[in-house]
């Protein structure tokens, strides 16, 4: 079955630090690939998505590139803020149903 | 625009009870589903709804839970019979008719069950 694999956390940066989550998954067919954040005491929020092989997606300066050859969407920031912590979860959706397969989540902690 | 409400946002139960939560999806939506957050793992896909119909239910559990999104009123998630396991975060998603844009979905806060 589909899977999303999100490496461990939790992590934390300093402000201005340069950030990478890896995300990779496992999944039949083509999937949609997307990143979902979910800021405290908030609902998760879609943060970007790709929807095929080599697209990038793009947010508020985070960025992610659907690499099929090896199945993973990595997200990336040049320089965070304190105002980016939160809990990230990488997700896949295949089929007409739209359901979503998300990852475990990793909480981000960026100190001022 | 009101986002995706739920509630209650927190509900104790003692083992044997039963727990009833609710999803009002945003306005114009149509499209309801309910995904379970248990400690420590992701959010597990449940069950997928539209008025009056269960879409696709295949990660319900096969006994005590079942879904609801009547034609008018809020989709309801029940739990009869509550077992500590169930102790979870349960969200609702909801999307607009016709169905996810390339699969995007909006979330609510949550309803965080601790069964004692």
């Known amino acids: 079955g589909d899977s999303v694999t999100q490496m461990e956390g939790p992590v934390t940066l300093s402000e201005e630090a340069f950030l990478t989550i890896n995300c990779t998954y496992t999944?039949?067919?083509?999937?949609?690939l997307f990143w979902y954040v979910q800021y405290p005491g908030e609902g998760l929020q879609l943060l970007l998505k790709?929807?095929?092989?080599?697209d990038k997606g793009s947010n508020k300066g985070f960025e992610a590139t659907y690499r099929k050859e090896t199945t993973s969407f990595h997200l990336e920031k040049g320089s965070v803020q304190v105002s980016d912590s939160a809990v990230y979860f990488c997700?896949?959706?295949?089929?007409?149903?739209?359901?979503?397969?998300f990852g475990k989540g990793i909480t981000l902690s960026v100190r001022p | 625009n009101a986002g995706v409400m739920q509630n209650p946002r927190h509900l104790v139960r003692r083992r044997g009870q039963e727990a009833r939560l609710r999803c009002s999806p945003m306005?114009?939506?149509?499209?309801v589903y309910w995904y379970r957050q248990l400690p420590e793992e992701g959010l597990k896909f449940m069950v997928y709804?539209?008025?009056?119909?269960?879409?696709?239910e295949s990660g319900m559990p096969k006994e005590r839970f079942s879904a609801e999104f009547p034609k008018e009123g809020p989709s309801i998630l029940r739990i009869q019979q509550v077992v500590r396991g169930d102790s979870a975060a349960y969200f609702c998603?909801?999307?607009?008719?016709?169905?996810?844009?390339?699969?995007?979905?909006?979330f609510g806060e949550g309803s965080r069950l601790t069964v004692l």
């Open positions: 790709a929807t095929k092989a080599d």
């Open positions: 999944a039949t067919g083509y999937p949609s």
């Open positions: 709804l539209q008025k009056e119909n269960i879409i696709d």
């Open positions: 997700a896949l959706s295949t089929g007409a149903n739209s359901k979503l397969t």
């Open positions: 306005k114009g939506h149509s499209h």
């Open positions: 998603a909801s999307s607009p008719v016709g169905g996810p844009v390339a699969g995007e979905l909006f």
